[in-house]
């Protein structure tokens, strides 16, 4: 007996036939879901690639500092500190292993994950509907990856769709079977995707709610509401338990805990109250536009699940709400979250898309009027930006032409000039958040907390950055900050840097005694004051003076 109670089967379509056969008749009958699935998947990969070779931004800058650094022996967070999950960084970890240390290794993981979330949406959807939705579902979910303005890349939302997906798979089996282990699995596959990215903790409220509502309304199946709620609590703790052993081991617990939920929570504080109630969608409108037919189907797919009343449409409905809030609850726009939003509206929008084809044959002139301009302006956007001749220029359109692009644009070339000032195996230091100048220039942090982002929650942190720089003594130190460089680490400036020009929109300082190379310099460095000449040439003992690329150079 289902917990949801009897299920409403939809007409089975000539179309999801031949995808899915009814009773297959042969072999190749047999694999033909697994091609269909295999063929989305690749549709995809495809669809992404065209960004593999795009400029790295600073937030998979700081992803990719991380990993690099966990490779190297240091520790997120007690070492690196960055508010993100750590399962995110061990997908950075696995690509850089596998396919090297450079910005295409995560994307590539990315959509690989993207692609193996298919199979699982469209199994979770064929078992709560039928096949004709899980069809539609299905294609919806990898055409929806054609809209680049959703950030896609190798950001943390994407990576957090594979166990989303599997989890909402494996609750639906549970929850269509009465097996408890269906709904352990659905907790533990939960708490990695919490792991990858902490909104998807609101996932957990979605799968409770549904539960709880379920117990309300059939007595007669209370008490197995009550083993699935035990079994959901206990999956997620299971799913928990490797990490808080790790970090437990490692003396890092608490910067675990505060790094992924301490400082959001404050740092969602400080954002705007009122943006809370709009959605990222509305905020930030490419995402919008490059999928807006896609959003008017889950729209009207979501209208359509509310009238059946039924079960598993709740149960999407929950998922999606979850979703919804996990993307507004911060109170910005970045249109990277609303990737959460991509398996339950595709699982809606499964039940849109034949009342807009509807609407289409019947619908009054003016509706089918601005259906047609929504299909249009959808295929508009997303051709402006496949159609750019380089991927610098699609990253451009996929960030709407912001100073956030043009930022990681500029990044290689601060990053060549602080390879050039410094040498293998020195740390830096940069005041600002593009912390992909530390990957592409590879050069580790010289304190846990490079970057500034944290000055915004936790002042104190600046203290122990300025300990850390008078410890380790960073061989260049930026400033790119849009936050003012706070009175501590201008004192230290002032008294052990000197200014030695600009990069793009960085300004670099090195230590004042590399000023005195200059009173040895070669005759080629001495119509510079010595502070060029430090800016110029770099020397340590044995090594002989070396003059920077001048294309680089910020004088």
């Given amino acids: 007996m289902f917990l949801w109670g009897k299920r409403a089967i939809t007409e089975e379509k000539e179309l999801c036939s031949w ?7 042969n072999v190749a009958e047999r694999l033909r879901p697994a091609m269909f699935l295999l063929f989305l998947g690749i549709l995809i990969f495809l669809f992404l690639m065209p960004l593999f070779a795009a400029p790295i931004e600073r937030d998979q800058g700081a992803y990719a500092t991380v990993a690099r650094g966990w490779l190297d022996g240091s520790l997120p967070y007690r070492d690196l500190w960055d508010n993100k999950g750590p399962l995110l960084y061990l997908w950075y970890v696995v690509s850089f292993s596998l396919l090297g240390q450079n910005p295409q290794a995560p994307r590539i993981a990315a959509a690989l ?43 943390s939302e994407v990576f957090m769709l594979l166990p989303m997906t599997a989890a909402f ?16 699995w659905s907790g533990i596959l939960t708490s990695l995707a919490v792991f990858t990215r902490q909104s998807a903790i609101l996932t957990f409220f979605a799968y409770f709610g549904w539960l709880a509502i379920t117990w309300l309304r059939r007595r007669e199946i209370r008490s197995q509401q009550i083993r699935a709620w035990a079994a959901l609590t206990s999956g997620g703790v299971l799913g928990a338990l490797p990490f808080v052993i790790y970090f ?17 929570a404050g740092w969602a504080a400080e954002q705007s109250f009122w943006l809370k109630f709009v959605p990222p969608l509305f905020i930030e409108p490419g995402p919008l ?21 039924d079960g598993p449409s709740w149960l999407v409905i929950s998922l999606l709400a979850a979703s919804e809030i996990a993307a507004q609850i911060m109170g910005k726009g970045s249109a990277h979250y609303s990737i959460q939003l991509l398996p339950g509206a595709a699982m809606a929008a499964a039940f849109g898309v034949p009342r807009i084809l509807d609407y289409g044959k019947n619908g009054s002139r003016t509706l089918r009027a601005v259906l047609a301009v929504a299909g249009t302006m959808t295929i508009l956007t997303l051709l402006f930006a496949y159609t750019r001749p380089t991927a610098e220029s699609r990253f451009r359109v996929e960030y709407t032409f912001r100073d956030y692009a043009n930022d990681a644009i500029d990044a290689p070339a601060i990053a060549k000039a602080v ?47 300025v300990a850390d720089l008078r410890k380790r003594k960073p061989s260049v130190l930026l400033v790119t900050g849009e936050i003012p460089v706070p009175p501590e680490l ?10 030695v020009g600009q990069v ?30 430090a800016a110029i040439c770099w020397k340590r003992p044995g090594v002989e003076f070396s003059p920077l690329d001048p294309s680089v150079s910020p004088l």
């Fill in 19 to 25: 995808f899915d056969p009814i009773a297959p008749r």
């Fill in 113 to 155: 994950a993207a692609g193996l979330s298919v199979p699982f949406l469209w199994a979770a959807t064929r078992r709560l509907f039928g096949r004709q939705e899980a069809a539609v579902a299905a294609i919806l979910f990898a055409l929806s990856f054609s809209n680049v303005y959703l950030q896609v890349t190798a950001n």
């Fill in 169 to 184: 798979w494996a609750f639906t089996v549970g929850a269509q079977n009465n097996r408890n282990i269906w709904f352990l």
């Fill in 248 to 264: 437990t081991l490692h003396h890092a617990l608490y910067d675990l805990w505060y790094a992924m939920f301490g400082f959001n």
């Fill in 289 to 309: 536009l490059g999928g807006l037919i896609f959003w008017i189907a889950a729209a009207m797919g979501c209208w359509e699940l509310w009238k059946r009343k």
């Fill in 419 to 465: 390879t050039a000032r410094s040498a293998p195996g020195d740390c830096i230091y940069e005041w600002g958040r593009s912390s992909q100048i530390y990957f592409l220039a590879d050069r580790q942090p010289c304190s846990r907390w490079f970057y500034d982002r944290p000055y915004e929650t936790r002042k104190s942190m600046i203290s122990e950055v």
């Fill in 490 to 499: 201008s004192k230290l400036i002032r008294e052990d840097y000197g200014y």
């Fill in 504 to 533: 793009k929109y960085a300004k670099l300082y090195q230590p004042l005694h590399t000023w005195a190379l200059a009173k040895n310099a070669p005759p080629l460095l001495a119509r510079f004051d010595p502070p060029q000449a």
